[in-house]
């Protein structure tokens, strides 16, 4: 329903626009509208964090249907009499977030002649970090007045849904873009993932396009998306050749397990949902195990004819920088094309098979991970910024990002651990 409504604002949008091609004014089909560029095809905005964070800021900016023909000034103005009709028209019961925790200085936009866009304004949100945790504030922001134009009802306001979140609210976005871990491909910091018995793979994951290979490319059928691991030895994917594009598969063909499980349709991932995904695997026992949300979706017992894993390859080389030995990443492995087009959380590498029950507790956070020996990597990605994240595990080390991390910081990652 709400692709719906997107989609129809869209549209109408689109309609409004057209109007706008004459260079004459007099042949306008319709007046000259404001609106908030944040609201202009959703009047909803999340203003989504941790626990931790005391402020950050959000911008707006005035927009008009045409270009304005003089200076044009618009006037914004937080509305605490439009909480009401909200909460009756979502059945919600949020309250009015309280001016202590914002400042609004500057309210008023001014869209020059010949332009349709005003230069943005910024409202500062500040002390959250005394806001209940897990309850939401309502701060609708509203154009009060538009110089000589009118306003665009169904997108002249905005409203903040101010939520200090217990959950997970940051992820890194990996669409054309992937991880890498330098360590992993030296001696010495690579040891903590070599030779090992044992080995557990966790990552929160939400897809955006199971089918998309790049900006360049076209849609592909029976596409490949890596969530973490090392090609042709031990990886944790979605889809692969001849298979389900929405299926969880890993292939293990370095280390006696091969790719399982087999294709099937009643295992399908869906799109824009968060997902908890792991993956275990005992040399001692030959079984492996792969958990959707800490519950078992696939499970295989083989007969390994190896007596370690490795993940640090190349660190194992006798000249690890010319060595042609594949290489651990996060959403990336044979190329360009096998990119996970969407974001990712709480990625981790354990040399123990974890249980279901160890998997279950731990899925949003690991306590202590700097105390844990068997934890070898733990990326959480709540860095919010920048290209580096940091491993939390004793071992550290820090992940850094192909090419310039685009964040998402606005999330609340349901914690279905907690949930009754």
Not at 36 to 46: F, G, H, L
Not at 115 to 143: A, R
Not at 186 to 212: M, Q, W
Not at 214 to 221: D, K, L, R, V
Request: aromatic share 10%; charged share 25%; net charge negative.
């Amino acid at each position: 329903m709400k692709q719906r409504k997107i989609f129809i604002a869209a549209a109408a949008f689109a309609f409004l626009l057209s109007g706008c091609e004459s260079d004459h004014a007099d042949s306008y089909p319709f007046d000259n509208a404001a609106y908030i560029d944040v609201a202009e095809t959703t009047s909803d905005s999340n203003v989504t964090f941790k626990k931790t964070v005391s402020e950050l800021d959000r911008e707006l900016s005035a927009v008009l249907i045409c270009p304005a023909t003089v200076d044009t000034e618009v006037e914004f103005a937080p509305d605490a009499s439009l909480v009401e009709g909200y909460n009756a028209r979502h059945e919600t019961r949020y309250t009015m977030l309280e001016e202590k925790y914002y400042d609004f200085p500057v309210r008023t936009a001014l869209i020059e002649a010949g332009k349709s866009v005003s230069l943005p304004l910024t409202i500062h949100f500040k002390g959250l970090d005394q806001l209940e945790i897990d309850q939401t504030y309502l701060f609708p922001v509203t154009i009060v007045s538009a110089d000589g134009v009118s306003l665009l009802n169904g997108s002249k306001t905005v409203y903040y849904l101010v939520r200090r979140s217990s959950a997970i609210t940051t992820a890194a976005i990996l669409t054309d873009n992937w991880i890498e871990i330098p360590g992993y491909d030296k001696p010495g910091s690579a040891d903590c993932v070599n030779g090992l018995t044992a080995v557990t793979y966790e990552a929160i994951v939400r897809v955006h396009d199971f089918h998309y290979a790049g900006p360049t490319s076209t849609y592909i059928e029976e596409k490949l998306s890596t969530i973490m691991g090392v090609e042709q030895h031990l990886l944790l994917r979605i889809g692969d050749t001849n298979f389900n594009a929405e299926q969880i598969q890993v292939d293990g063909s370095g280390v006696s397990l091969g790719k399982f499980p087999e294709k099937n349709s009643g295992k399908l991932l869906s799109l824009e949902e968060w997902y908890h995904i792991a993956f275990t695997y005992d040399l001692a026992t030959g079984e492996a195990y792969i958990y959707v949300n800490g519950q078992l979706q696939s499970r295989t017992t083989v007969a390994p004819t190896v007596k370690a894993i490795n993940l640090g390859l190349r660190a194992l080389a006798e000249n690890p920088e010319e060595s042609d030995a594949r290489q651990f990443f996060i959403g990336y492995s044979y190329d360009n094309f096998r990119q996970l087009c969407g974001n990712v959380a709480e990625v981790r590498v354990w040399s123990v098979a974890r249980t279901r029950e160890e998997i279950w507790r731990d899925m949003y956070d690991v306590e202590n991970p700097s105390e844990k020996p068997e934890l070898r990597g733990y990326w959480k990605f709540n860095e919010g910024k920048g290209n580096v994240i940091k491993d939390l595990s004793m071992y550290g080390n820090d992940a850094v990002s192909h090419t310039d991390l685009k964040w998402d910081t606005s999330i609340e990652i349901p914690q279905l651990n907690k949930q009754e």
